[in-house]
C-alpha cells in the first residue's frame, strides 16, 4: 500500500512560516538585550507583512476610474460625480483612520498639508482644480481596506483625454516604477486602437497588467464586447487578463466582479511582492544569525578557557579601532561614496542635457515640415512621450549607478574584514564584516527570482517605495507630469494654427508660425530641464545621505557585537563552575534554536521561489 505524498505547503502558509520563524528570532535577540538587532528583525517583518506594492489605475476619461478604486478599497475616497472628471493623481494607501494629505507645489517650494476626506475633491477634480492649476503631485489618502493593508498601494490617475498625449505620456512614462496597471475601459464599446497601442507599450514595460471591463450593469451586450476585446488583445498578442466588474453591483451587494479582481491583484502582485521580500528578508536573517552566532561563540569560547579572555580583550580592542576607523569620514568607502555621488550626478546630468538637446534638435526639424494643426497635435503628442522617455531614461542611469556604488561599498568594506581578525589559533568563528550587508541584494531581479525586460526591478514598489508619475517620492521628478499634462505647447496649439488658411502671403505666415512652435519647444523642454535638473540633485544627495546611514548604522551594529561579547565573557568569569557549565549550555543551545530559524527561513524561501513563474 502505497502513502500519497503530502500536498506541497501553499504560497500563503509558507510566507506564513516566514512570518512566524521571524517571531521566533526577535524574541531570541530581545532576550539577549540587543534592541538594535531586535529592530532589525521588527523591520524585516513589516517588509514581509506589507510590502509596499504600487498598482496604476488608468483609462480614458468617464470610464469608471474612481468608482472601480472606491470599491476596491471599499470606501468613497475619490469623486465620482458625473461632472467630476479626475485632473490630479490620488494615491490610495493603508492607514489606521480614513485622512488625506495634498503634495502641490506654492512658489516652486513641494509642501504637504493635511486635510479631511471630504475636501479631496476640491483638489484632485477638474471642477475644483481646473488643469490642475493648484500645481497639485498627488493627494494621498490612508483607509483601513483589506486590500491595502496587505501592501498595495492604488494611484488614480487623471483622465487621459486621449490615451497617447498628456497623462498618457506620463503614465508610460512612468510605468517601470509601478508593480501592475489596471487599465479601465467601460463595456459600451469595444476597445479602440489608440487603446490597443497604449496596451501593448504598457505591457513591455510594466510586468502585470490586467484590463477592467466597467459598467456592465449598463451594457446589456457587456458579454459581446469583452469577447471582442479578448479578440484584439489575442490578435496584439497581449496576455492580459480581462475581469469584467460593476462597481455598482458590487456596492448594491450583488456579484460585480470585484472580488474577482482583487483576487487577481493579490496573486499577481501582492503575493509576489511578499514573496519577493520573502527571499531578501532570508539573506538579511542570514547575516542577522551569523552575526550573533558569532558573538556567542565568543563568549563561550572564554567561558570554557578563561585563559583566551586577554585574547578576546585585545582583538576586540583592535576591531573596536578599527571599526571607529571606519565609521569616520577619511574612511576609504566614504571617500570613494563621496567621489562616486560626484560621478554619477555628473554622468547623469550630461546624458539628461544629451538627450535633451537631441530631442529639441529632431522637433526642430519636424517643425519645418509642418502645415496643419492637426499635425501640430500630433507633434505636441510626440514630444510629450520623447519628454517622458527622456526622464524615464535618466532615473534608469541613477538606479544603475546606485546599485553600481552599492556594490563597490560592499566589496570594499567586505575587505576591511581581514584586519578585523585576531589570533589564527582562536578556536571560533569571526565576526564576519561583510556578513552586515550580504542581506542586501545587489541584483534586486535576481534575488526576486525573475527577470524584468526594463531593468529597474528594483525601483518599483517592493523595494522602492511610491516612486512614480509627478509623485514626491525618491525617485521621480515632483513636477515632471504636471508639466506634461499641462502642457504649454499642446494648449497653444490652437493659437498657433487656428483658423490656417492658404492665403497670399502663405509663406510669411507659415515661417512665424512655425517660428512660434520653435520657441514654444524651447521654453517647454527649458521648463522640464529646470524641474527635473532641480530634483535631480535632490535625489543624488538623499541617495548618498542613504547610503552613509545605512553603512554607518551596520558599523555601529558591528561594534557592539564585539563589544558587548567582551562585556559578557568578563561577566561569565565572575561565576562558579557550576553555573558557567549551565551558561555554556543555554549559549550551545541558543545557537542552534537561531541556526533552526536560519534553516527555517531559507527552506521556506526556496519552496516559496519554486512556485514564482518564470
Same mark, same amino acid.
Given at each position: 500500500?502505497?502513502?500519497?505524498?503530502?500536498?506541497?505547503?501553499?504560497?500563503?502558509? /509558507?510566507?506564513?512560516?516566514?512570518?512566524?520563524?521571524?517571531?521566533?528570532?526577535?524574541?531570541?535577540?530581545?532576550?539577549?538585550?540587543?534592541?538594535?538587532?531586535?529592530?532589525? @528583525?521588527?523591520?524585516?517583518?513589516?517588509?514581509?507583512?506589507?510590502?509596499?506594492?504600487?498598482?496604476?489605475?488608468?483609462?480614458?476619461?468617464?470610464?469608471?476610474?474612481?468608482?472601480?478604486?472606491?470599491?476596491?478599497?471599499?470606501? &468613497?475616497?475619490?469623486?465620482?460625480?458625473?461632472?467630476?472628471?479626475?485632473?490630479?493623481?490620488?494615491? +490610495?494607501?493603508?492607514?489606521?483612520?480614513?485622512?488625506?494629505?495634498?503634495?502641490?507645489?506654492?512658489?516652486?517650494?513641494?509642501?504637504?498639508?493635511?486635510?479631511?476626506?471630504?475636501?479631496?475633491?476640491?483638489? @484632485?477634480?477638474?471642477?475644483?482644480?481646473?488643469?490642475?492649476?493648484?500645481?497639485?503631485?498627488?493627494?494621498?489618502?490612508?483607509?483601513?481596506?483589506?486590500?491595502?493593508?496587505?501592501?498595495?498601494?492604488?494611484?488614480?490617475?487623471?483622465?487621459?483625454?486621449?490615451?497617447?498625449?498628456?497623462?498618457?505620456?506620463?503614465?508610460?512614462?512612468?510605468?517601470?516604477?509601478?508593480?501592475? /496597471?489596471?487599465?479601465?475601459?467601460?463595456?459600451?464599446?469595444?476597445?479602440?486602437?489608440?487603446?490597443? &497601442?497604449?496596451?501593448?507599450?504598457?505591457?513591455?514595460?510594466?510586468?502585470?497588467?490586467?484590463?477592467?471591463?466597467?459598467?456592465?450593469?449598463?451594457?446589456?451586450?457587456?458579454?459581446?464586447?469583452?469577447?471582442?476585446? *479578448?479578440?484584439?488583445? @489575442?490578435?496584439?498578442?497581449? &496576455?492580459?487578463?480581462?475581469?469584467? +466588474?460593476?462597481?455598482?453591483?458590487?456596492?448594491?451587494?450583488?456579484?460585480?466582479?470585484?472580488?474577482?479582481?482583487?483576487?487577481?491583484?493579490?496573486?499577481?502582485?501582492?503575493?509576489?511582492?511578499?514573496?519577493?521580500?520573502?527571499?531578501?528578508?532570508?539573506?538579511? +536573517?542570514?547575516?542577522?544569525?551569523?552575526?550573533?552566532?558569532?558573538?556567542?561563540?565568543?563568549?563561550?569560547?572564554?567561558?570554557?578557557?578563561?585563559?583566551?579572555?586577554?585574547?578576546?580583550?585585545?582583538?576586540?580592542?583592535?576591531?573596536?579601532?578599527?571599526?571607529?576607523?571606519?565609521?569616520?569620514?577619511?574612511?576609504?568607502?566614504?571617500?570613494?561614496?563621496?567621489? *562616486?555621488?560626484?560621478?554619477?550626478?555628473?554622468?547623469?546630468?550630461?546624458?539628461?542635457?544629451?538627450? /535633451?538637446?537631441?530631442?529639441?534638435?529632431?522637433?526642430?526639424?519636424?517643425?519645418?515640415?509642418?502645415?496643419?494643426?492637426?499635425?501640430?497635435?500630433?507633434?505636441?503628442?510626440?514630444?510629450?512621450?520623447?519628454?517622458?522617455?527622456?526622464?524615464?531614461?535618466?532615473?534608469?542611469?541613477?538606479?544603475?549607478?546606485?546599485?553600481?556604488?552599492?556594490?563597490?561599498?560592499?566589496?570594499?568594506?567586505?575587505?576591511?574584514?581581514?584586519?578585523?581578525?585576531?589570533?589564527?589559533?582562536?578556536?571560533?568563528?569571526?565576526?564576519?564584516?561583510?556578513?552586515?550587508?550580504?542581506?542586501?541584494?545587489?541584483?534586486?531581479? *535576481?534575488?526576486?527570482?525573475?527577470?524584468?525586460?526594463?531593468? /529597474?526591478?528594483?525601483?518599483?514598489?517592493?523595494?522602492?517605495?511610491?516612486?512614480?508619475?509627478?509623485?514626491?517620492?525618491?525617485?521621480?521628478?515632483?513636477?515632471?507630469?504636471?508639466?506634461?499634462?499641462?502642457?504649454?505647447?499642446?494648449?497653444?496649439?490652437?493659437?498657433?494654427?487656428?483658423?490656417?488658411?492658404?492665403?497670399?502671403?502663405?509663406?510669411?505666415?507659415?515661417?512665424?508660425?512655425?517660428?512660434?512652435?520653435?520657441?514654444?519647444?524651447?521654453?517647454?523642454? &527649458?521648463?522640464?530641464?529646470?524641474?527635473?535638473?532641480?530634483?535631480?540633485?535632490?535625489? +543624488?544627495?538623499?541617495?548618498?545621505?542613504?547610503?552613509?546611514?545605512?553603512?554607518?548604522?551596520?558599523?555601529?551594529?558591528?561594534?557592539?557585537?564585539?563589544?558587548?561579547?567582551?562585556?559578557?565573557?568578563?561577566?561569565?568569569?565572575?561565576?562558579?563552575?557550576?553555573?558557567?557549565?549551565?551558561?555554556?549550555?543555554?549559549?550551545?543551545?541558543?545557537?542552534?534554536?537561531?541556526?533552526?530559524?536560519?534553516?527555517?527561513?531559507?527552506?521556506?524561501?526556496?519552496?516559496?521561489?519554486?512556485?514564482?513563474?518564470?
Amino acid at each position: 500500500m502505497t502513502t500519497a505524498a503530502a500536498p506541497s505547503p501553499t504560497t500563503d502558509e /509558507l510566507l506564513d512560516r516566514v512570518d512566524a520563524a521571524l517571531d521566533q528570532l526577535g524574541q531570541l535577540v530581545a532576550a539577549e538585550g540587543r534592541d538594535d538587532l531586535e529592530a532589525r @528583525v521588527d523591520g524585516a517583518r513589516a517588509r514581509l507583512d506589507r510590502p509596499t506594492t504600487v498598482v496604476c489605475v488608468v483609462g480614458e476619461f468617464k470610464q469608471g476610474k474612481s468608482s472601480l478604486v472606491n470599491a476596491l478599497v471599499e470606501a &468613497d475616497v475619490c469623486p465620482v460625480d458625473d461632472d467630476l472628471a479626475t485632473s490630479a493623481i490620488t494615491l +490610495v494607501r493603508h492607514g489606521d483612520a480614513g485622512r488625506a494629505v495634498v503634495r502641490r507645489r506654492v512658489d516652486g517650494d513641494a509642501i504637504a498639508e493635511n486635510i479631511d476626506l471630504a475636501d479631496v475633491q476640491r483638489f @484632485v477634480s477638474e471642477a475644483g482644480n481646473p488643469s490642475n492649476e493648484q500645481r497639485v503631485d498627488r493627494v494621498d489618502v490612508l483607509v483601513p481596506a483589506r486590500l491595502l493593508s496587505e501592501g498595495m498601494a492604488i494611484a488614480d490617475t487623471p483622465g487621459t483625454g486621449g490615451i497617447r498625449a498628456g497623462h498618457g505620456a506620463a503614465t508610460l512614462a512612468f510605468l517601470p516604477f509601478a508593480d501592475g /496597471l489596471i487599465f479601465v475601459s467601460d463595456a459600451t464599446s469595444e476597445l479602440t486602437q489608440p487603446e490597443l &497601442d497604449f496596451l501593448a507599450e504598457a505591457r513591455s514595460r510594466c510586468p502585470n497588467v490586467m484590463l477592467a471591463l466597467t459598467k456592465i450593469d449598463m451594457a446589456a451586450h457587456w458579454r459581446r464586447v469583452a469577447d471582442l476585446d *479578448r479578440a484584439h488583445l @489575442v490578435r496584439m498578442g497581449l &496576455d492580459i487578463p480581462l475581469v469584467a +466588474v460593476s462597481s455598482l453591483l458590487h456596492r448594491a451587494g450583488a456579484e460585480g466582479g470585484i472580488d474577482a479582481l482583487v483576487a487577481a491583484l493579490r496573486e499577481r502582485i501582492v503575493i509576489p511582492a511578499r514573496t519577493g521580500s520573502a527571499q531578501r528578508i532570508a539573506g538579511e +536573517v542570514e547575516s542577522l544569525v551569523a552575526s550573533l552566532v558569532g558573538s556567542l561563540a565568543q563568549r563561550r569560547a572564554v567561558l570554557d578557557d578563561s585563559a583566551s579572555i586577554d585574547e578576546l580583550e585585545a582583538r576586540v580592542n583592535e576591531a573596536v579601532q578599527r571599526i571607529e576607523h571606519l565609521r569616520g569620514p577619511g574612511a576609504r568607502w566614504s571617500i570613494t561614496l563621496g567621489d *562616486r555621488m560626484g560621478d554619477l550626478s555628473n554622468d547623469a546630468s550630461f546624458a539628461f542635457r544629451g538627450d /535633451l538637446r537631441e530631442l529639441t534638435r529632431t522637433h526642430e526639424e519636424s517643425i519645418e515640415a509642418l502645415k496643419t494643426s492637426e499635425q501640430w497635435e500630433q507633434q505636441a503628442e510626440q514630444l510629450q512621450r520623447d519628454l517622458a522617455g527622456v526622464v524615464t531614461r535618466l532615473f534608469e542611469v541613477i538606479e544603475t549607478g546606485r546599485a553600481n556604488i552599492r556594490a563597490e561599498l560592499v566589496e570594499q568594506l567586505a575587505a576591511e574584514d581581514a584586519s578585523l581578525g585576531g589570533a589564527d589559533g582562536l578556536r571560533l568563528r569571526e565576526l564576519d564584516v561583510g556578513s552586515l550587508w550580504r542581506g542586501k541584494p545587489l541584483d534586486t531581479a *535576481r534575488a526576486a527570482g525573475k527577470a524584468v525586460s526594463t531593468g /529597474l526591478t528594483g525601483l518599483r514598489g517592493a523595494q522602492s517605495g511610491i516612486m512614480m508619475f509627478g509623485m514626491a517620492g525618491q525617485f521621480l521628478p515632483a513636477a515632471t507630469a504636471t508639466l506634461l499634462v499641462s502642457n504649454p505647447v499642446l494648449l497653444a496649439a490652437g493659437a498657433v494654427f487656428g483658423g490656417y488658411q492658404l492665403v497670399e502671403d502663405r509663406k510669411r505666415k507659415v515661417a512665424m508660425r512655425r517660428q512660434t512652435a520653435r520657441t514654444q519647444l524651447r521654453q517647454f523642454v &527649458d521648463d522640464v530641464q529646470f524641474q527635473v535638473s532641480n530634483d535631480l540633485g535632490t535625489l +543624488v544627495r538623499s541617495i548618498q545621505r542613504e547610503f552613509r546611514d545605512e553603512f554607518g548604522a551596520l558599523l555601529v551594529e558591528l561594534q557592539r557585537s564585539w563589544a558587548e561579547s567582551l562585556q559578557q565573557a568578563k561577566q561569565g568569569l565572575t561565576r562558579g563552575t557550576e553555573e558557567r557549565a549551565g551558561e555554556i549550555a543555554r549559549l550551545d543551545t541558543l545557537s542552534g534554536e537561531l541556526r533552526s530559524v536560519h534553516h527555517t527561513v531559507a527552506q521556506c524561501v526556496g519552496q516559496l521561489a519554486e512556485q514564482v513563474p518564470a
